[in-house]
């Protein structure tokens, strides 16, 4: 997904940045990163309070395989619902989900 696009889907939570990081793209609001790009494919952060939310939206959990013989890694990042992609509305929800998500994790 190009820059603008990505500025296009989180225009609802407000200016985000975005920087190259491990082959992706790392998206930022308000210096902190809340979603990925990978592969393509937006992802938000989750936590222990929001990984529930995600699961029951019909979301995917990010699996990251490693190198050969080691065991893939649950990443705390989820795929974005179906349901947000076409409302803008529901999508500001979801960002800021994540974004709360994010900072929860930044104090521990």
Known sequence: ??????????AGLGPVSIKRMFGGKGIYYQGVVFALEVSGEILLKADAESAADFAEAGCRQWV?????????????????P???????????????????????????
């Open 1 to 10: 997904m190009d820059d603008d696009a990505i500025h296009d889907l989180f």
């Open 64 to 80: 990251y395989e490693g190198h050969k013989g080691r065991r893939p890694v649950a990443m705390p990042y989820w795929s974005i």
């Open 82 to 108: 179906d349901a947000a992609l076409d409302d803008p509305d529901e999508m500001a929800l979801w960002a800021q989900r994540a974004f709360q998500a994010s900072l929860r994790s930044r104090k521990r």
